[in-house]
Every structure is written in C-alpha cells, then in structure tokens.
C-alpha cells in the first residue's frame, strides 16, 4: 500500500502539523481581536482613570483595577516572604530525606487544586471560621494560600538549579551557612524566584472563583477604606458585567474593555517574567 | 568564637527537638516559618475534609457518589446524588480532550521539530502567555461569542451546550500541553536523534519512530496535567453552556460541572448545614480527582527524567 | 551588576507593595460612612443606580452593593456581615429566628414593585400562558411549545440559581413547592436568562420587570392565574398593583434593627421622591401611596 513516497508523506504530515500550530495560533488571535475590537470605543486612559457608572454598564474600571491592586499587595505581603524562606528551608536546611519528597508532593499537589476549591476554603476558614467576613483580607489571604505552593515550587526549582560547587566554594571559604545563602544562594536564585514570585501574583491577580465567594461586590461608590471592607476585583467585574447587566450580556465595550484591561495586567506581568527569566538564563550558564 | 559558642549551645537545643545539622538562629526562623506554610497547607486538605464529614455520615458515601439526581434544595426530597456533577465534569472534560489532544500535539511537533529557531523563539514564550490568560475572559468569549458559531455550525437552537464548553477548554488546555510537551521532547537527548538520521531516516520517521516513543511519557504527563486544568475550571464552564446537574453524556445537553455547583449553591448554604458541607463533599471529590492525575502525571514524568540521564 | 539590578527591582517592587499595603491601612482622605448592602441580583441595577445618585446627592454616606442572590444577602445580614440586604422575597420563619438569635432584629421595607415577567424567544408565537402551564413547563411536563399552542419546538426553560428571591418567589407561587425538573438551566442573573432566551428559539425565563423592559430579541407573554381568568401583562401597571398579575410582589430592603444615621439617611432616600424616580427609570414601579406612607413610618 505504499502510495505515496516517503518524501511525499513526509510532507503531508509536516503540512499537517504546521496547520495544527498554525489554528492554535489563529484561535487566539481570534480571541484577543474580538476582545480588542469590541472595546475599541472605549479604550483610552479616561476608561482606567475612571470608576464604574450607570450600575456597572458606563464608566471605567479605575475601583475594580484598584482593588486587585490591593489583593496582589496582600498576597505579596502573605506569600511571597512565607513562600521563599520556606523554599530555602526545604532545599538548603531539609536534607533528602522522606520529608523533602513529601514536601514536594504535597507543594505540587496543591498547585494543582482547582481554585474553587479555595474559595470554598476561604470562605470557610477566613470569612466565616475567622470571622473576618466578606473582605479585601479574606479574599487577599485566600489568593495568597493559592499562590502560596506556586512561589515554593519556582524557588525550590531556582534554587535547586545552583550548583554545589558555588555552596561548596563559599563554606570552604569559611562561611556559615546563612552566610553562604544570603551571599551567594538567594542572588544567584534571584532571577528564579522573581519570576515564579510573578507568576504567581498575575495567577492571583487574574482568578475569579476564589473572590467570588470571599468578598468581591458588584459594586462600590468609593475605594476600600480598610482590609476590612469590600472591594471591587478587574476578573469578578468582568464576570459581573457580563452576567448581570443587560449592556454586558449584549457585548458592550465595557466588559470587552474590562477584559482587555484584565489581559493587559496578566499578559504584562508574563510577559516580564519571561523576559527576566531569558535574560539570567543567558548570563548564568553553568 | 563567640559566634561558634552561641550556634553551639543552639544546636545542643536543637539536636534534642530533632533538627539536624543545625546551625543558628536563620536554621531556626527559617524552620518556623516553613512550619507556618506547613501548617497553612495542611490546613486545605484538613478543612475541606472536616467539612465533607457530615454529608458523608448523614447521606452516606455510596449515596452521594452513587446517587443520579442532585437536587439539595428541593423541598420535598432533597438530593444529593453526584453523578450527574461528575458525569458533567467528565463530559466537558473529554470534549475538550478530545478536541485538545490531536491539534495539542500537532502544535507541539510543529514547534519541536519542525519550526525555523527563530520562529520557536518568538512561539513558544507566546504560547506560554496565553497559558497565562484569566480564565473568566475566555468564559466571555464563550458567552458571548463562540455559542453562536456552535449554535451555527451544529444547526442547534442554542449555542449553550457542553460541547461549547469542551472548545472553550480546548483552547485553555493547549497553550499547557503544548508548553510541557515540548519540554519533554527538548529533553531527548540529540544522540537519538543524529543516530536515526545516520541510518537513513527522513524527519518524519525519525520522530514517528524515535523522537516521540522517547519523549511519550512527558507527552502523557503534559496531557495528563493539560486535562487537570480543564476539570478544575469553573468560571468559562460557569459561562459557556447551560447548567443543568443532568446525568447525560450528550454533547449538545446542558451540563453542570462540581465547579461550577460550589459556584453556584455555595452563597446561601447555611454554615454547618447538610447542603453546606455536601458541598465541600463536592470539592474532596474533585481534590481527590485532581490529586490522583497530579501524582500520575508526576510518576510518569519522573520516569522520563530518569530516562535519559 | 545586573544582579543588584534585579535586587533593586526586587526592593523597589516590595516597598511599593508595602506602600500599598500601608495606604490601605491608614485609610484615604475619605471619610465618609459607608453602609455594606448585598443580596437579591434583581435588585442590583436598581440599587448600584440609587447608590450612585445617593452619592451625588450627599458627602456623608457611601452604600457598597454586592449580589449573590436574595439568599445570600438576608444569611450575611444574619451573620453580621451587611448593613443592608437587598430581597425579592420576604424573609422566611426560619431566617427571622435565624437573626433573632444573634441578637439582630430584621426591619423589612418595601422599596419598588415588581412584575416577573415571563419572557420567550421574539419569534415564538405563543403569546399567552397559564400558570398551569408555567408550572408544566418548570416541572418537566410539558417540553414542546406545540402542548400549549406554539410550533413544534423544543422548550428550554431557564431559571435562577437557588440562592435568587426571584426562584423562591417563582418555587412558592408557580410550583407550589414542587420540584423544578432537573432540565431548567440555573442561571445566575436575570439578564443571563434574557441574553439565552434571546439566542434560544425555544428558551423560556422568567426575570424581573425591569431587566425585561431592556431586553431586546424576548417577548412579554400574557399571563393567567387560569384557563377562565383574564391573562395580564407585567407592562400593564394597573394589573401589577391590584395583584391581577399572578407573578406581582414587592422588592425589600432589611436593616439590622430599625435604621439610624447612615443607613436611615440611605432608606429615607430609596423612599424619597428622587428615589422612587430611579425605581421607575430603571423599569420598575414606584410603592403606590398607601405603602409608601406606611414604609416611612417605619422609620
């Protein structure tokens, strides 16, 4: 049954493959371009500098950009220093016993839990156990336990990625311990960490399901005056927006715009770890 | 000295609470702090369980995994059936699969093998930022967008289906398999590769017959983590198709996903009621679920970062 | 040298996160009162336009307005969580007890009128239902639009999420506490339900009279509490007053305890005559007179 000949074959399945990446690509240009094509009449920076009107339907997104602005302030202050040091205890203090690989399973099951599922905890544990109620805290910490096994898992990796021989080095030189991580361990981990640190700020930043129960409003007249308070969040605002006011439903600008404020914030802050995470690849090769 | 003494009379401490090799009051805060995220951690896993017990003792476990009606706030009886929430998850999930896999690993060896290094380098960090995309703009394009076109194309009369869902995830699932799978075919070591060519391979017969049995459980792995995503995902399938908790697998039926049932029904559950923990019930099922393809995918990728050495 | 770069990035990215963290601890320079509402999403358009105009109108009081449902409103008013929830349904036995026990008593005002409408695809021909019929729809009796007149088409009927005022109302009155069939879709806002039954030829919902005076691509169907009774619109004003609309009720607000300060000045001006405007702009209808008296002495 040799039909066609090897070369010939060949082709039609590169030909084919290059269709597969080439619809990949195409679908999320299709995406992106609805997206920025519906929001077209509203985007300029009056739309970021200005809050929601007329029940969410006109106006801009200034409170909703606001308060995830707060969240990621909170997971930062919650997770990043929790997450890292704790990297650093686990790669450089635990040895490789059984307690680092079931640190390493638990972290990297976590990071796989749907994110409802934190929500259905934040709610439980921070809103109603904690009695911090409906707020920018609960939602922040929430955020934060979600981030919380991603800033590990990215530190434990960059750290890991250090050769002994620079530990070695610096203990010979006679370091202490600490010594040696806090001079050479962490700035070479650095870059590592940064970018895993975010990463998992703009994941923070971008999910929907663990604010929804914890403490986003559909809307507020004024910024949150305390971690106490409500808040309005860019990804709830778009959901809301787009399920509960008729212009929503109907593709007005404003969600289309709110969305594209969304994707700018995430994609943006990707985009910076990528970049930093390429530029220390080229530079520390070991 | 001074410094050794201290660190001396520390580790004597330590060595009878247990911490070897200590060396010093960083050991020590460090430790704490580890056990604070420790503790946060366990905290998940122990809160979402306390919460389930009630509904599995009252309902029982054979009835709430095995029961086909969910209806908890009926008020003449009350269910709480999961099947129909699983069979959703499964459904949307395999749609998606289904759809995911073959263009997922067509995009992969395009990117792995075929594609000029200078088009790969712009490619794959771009398709690792759409990795990165929220969740709820997809779940907009779906809404809005994409359910007219099913709707269209499959001459339905709505949109609001499964299967929109299942694309919707397809195209959230991609960016993920691609990014990893590619990963694992890198790793194959070049030797492979240039020995195949040496014996008169083409390109094609090389990967067909080389390449990917070699990267195959990195490529498991990658779909294996890429079908995860898509299970847990609840604002697109909150968006994209109508829920109703059936206990269908027709792709053209509205659905309802465990996701999207903690989304909805959580609000108003009364703290400590039957519906209330019934929920969490929901969520160890899917914490279960996701742990059990997590630990198979991590078992498979091990394997093949032991392969090749 | 790139290395203290990134440790300056580093530092620069945790003061100004720190910075943050602190601004929002301090507080702003605004001082005003703010009063936390939440509940019913019927309510939602209609309250997020009150508030705004409440805070064009004064300096002192802010009102933040959340969804979630009738249900979640009144169980975080319960809770303590809310200064306000915002109902399409009155409380229930087990509610008010609920409250009572932690110590907080519910002050129920009526602050609009409502008419559920019932809305179809434009280009279904069916004009008119029965209650009857409304319920063999929701219960899974009658699927084809050909059982009550129409053309032979499946029925895809929409409903609210559990937690929704307008779902209970539409359980008790329609249902009379009957299972929904397992079929209606649960959809968490009244213009979700408008949105689908637009691109649904056979889609049915039911949704509040003032997101069904926006929609476009529905229509209103007459309704008749039966067979015999004079079928009524949810438009026609005079019908939703007198109750001759079978789906007529009254939208709520509750206050934990009989207002004062800031939530008094909040409830006077729902009821206020620039109040009772917003409720008719936003589709709505104003408390006819008798009630609205009634509701101001309440407070």
Known sequence: ?286 | MKYINRTGALSRVAGRTGLKGFDGAPHLILFIITLISATVLVTVAAFLILGSLQAFRVIGIVEMLGGTVWNPTSFNNPAFGMLPLMAGTFLVSFLAAVIAIPIGLGCTIYLAEIAHPKVRAVLKPAIELLAGIPSVVYGLFALLILQGWVAQVFGLQTGYVALNGGIILAVMMIPIMVSLAEDAIAAVPRELREASYALGATRWETMRSVILPASMSGIVAAIILSIMRAVGETMAVLMAFNQTPLLTLDPFSGVQTMTATIAIEMGEAAVGGLHYSSLFAVGVVLFIITLVMNTVANRIMLRYSEAYR | MQRKITITIGVVAVVIMAAVAASMLTGGEDKRTTIAQAGSDTLLELMTEMSESFSEAQDDVAVDVTGGGSGVGIKDLIDGNIDVAQASRQMKSTEIAAAEANGIEAVEFSVAIDGIAIVVNAANEVDSLTMEELRGIYNGTITNWNQVGGADQAITAYGRQTTSGTYEFFFETVMHKEDFSQEVSQETGNSAIATKVKNDAGGIGYIGIGYANQATGVSIVLLGADADSEAFLPTDEGAVYSGDYPLSRHLYVYTAGTPDGAVKQWVEYILSDAGQQIVADTGFYKLDADTLAAMKAKL
């Not at chain 1, 006109?58 to 302030?73: C, R």
């Not at chain 1, 790669?91 to 934190?118: C, D, T």
């Open chain 1, 1 to 286: 049954m040799r039909v066609m000949s090897r070369n010939a074959r060949e082709k039609l399945y590169f030909n084919l493959f290059r269709a597969c990446g080439g619809l990949v690509v195409l679908t999320l240009i299709v995406i992106i371009a609805y997206m920025v094509i519906g929001s077209l009449p509203v985007l300029s920076l009056d739309f970021l500098t200005e809050p929601p009107r007329r029940a969410n339907t006109a106006g801009g997104v200034l409170t909703p950009l606001v308060g995830t602005i707060y969240l990621m302030a909170i997971v930062s202050v919650f997770a990043i220093p929790i997450g890292v040091l704790s990297a650093v205890y686990l790669s450089e203090y635990q040895g490789k016993g059984w307690a680092s690989h079931f640190w390493r399973i638990v972290v990297s099951n976590l990071a796989g839990v749907p994110s409802i599922v934190y929500g259905l905890l934040g709610l439980a544990l921070f809103v109603t156990f904690a009695g911090l109620g409906r707020s920018l805290i609960a939602s922040g910490l929430t955020l934060g336990v979600l981030a919380l096994p991603i800033v590990i898992s990215a530190s434990r990796e960059a750290i890991k990625a250090i050769p002994p021989s620079v530990r070695e080095a610096s203990i010979a030189l006679g370091a202490t311990k600490w010594q040696t991580i806090q001079h050479h361990v962490l700035p070479y981990a650095m870059p590592g960490i940064l970018t895993g640190v975010i990463l998992a700020l703009s994941r923070a930043a971008g999910e929907t399901a663990p604010i929804l129960l914890t403490g986003a409003a559909f809307y507020m007249s004024s910024m949150p005056d305390s971690i106490f308070s409500q808040f309005m969040a860019l990804p709830y605002h778009v959901y809301a927006v787009a399920t509960q006011t008729m212009a929503g439903m109907n593709g007005s600008p404003v969600v289309y715009g709110a969305a594209i404020v969304l994707l700018i914030l995430v994609i943006g802050m990707n985009l910076i770890a990528i970049v930093v995470r390429k530029k220390y690849r080229e530079k520390y090769r070991w």
